[in-house]
Nanobody, 125 residues
Framework: QVQLVESGGGLVQAGGSLRLSCAAS????????MGWFRQAPGKEREFVAA???????FYAGSVKGRFTISRDNAKNSVFLQMNILKPEDTAVYYC???????????????????WGQGTQVTVSS
């Protein structure tokens, strides 16, 4: 089992920044690829970013160039730095973990084994 706890959400004005953190416990964190997903009201959960065990990263087109995913294996944590936030970024953000996998698996929520409880991000216009 892997337990995930997100933090760092909040209310920010458009153009501002937030940094989300996800702390993992349980099994060896460095063996897991990590992803960030988000779900806005009335919408399906969608892929935001992922990072492989080796550090390679992937982003949704809507956040590329604004968001940065990173991991610190010594701290069992993954981060999502969000810059130039837009009102359409408003959502509950979830981190997720899965064993190493293909690109298709990393960008698809149904291929993740473990999920956090989510943290709310609200961007005001």
């Amino acid at each position: 089992q892997v337990q995930l706890v997100e933090s760092g959400g909040g209310l920010v004005q458009a153009g501002g920044s937030l940094r989300l953190s996800c702390a993992a416990s349980g099994r060896t964190f460095s063996n897991y690829a990590m992803g960030w997903f988000r779900q806005a009201p009335g919408k399906e959960r969608e892929f935001v970013a992922a990072i492989r065990t080796g550090g390679s990263t992937f982003y949704a087109g809507s956040v590329k160039g604004r968001f940065t995913i990173s991991r610190d294996n010594a701290k069992n944590s993954v981060f999502l730095q969000m810059n130039i936030l837009k009102p359409e970024d408003t959502a509950v953000y979830y981190c997720a973990a899965r064993p190493a996998g293909s690109y298709y698996q990393l960008v698809s929520e149904r291929h993740y084994n473990y999920w956090g409880q989510g943290t709310q991000v609200t961007v005001s216009s």
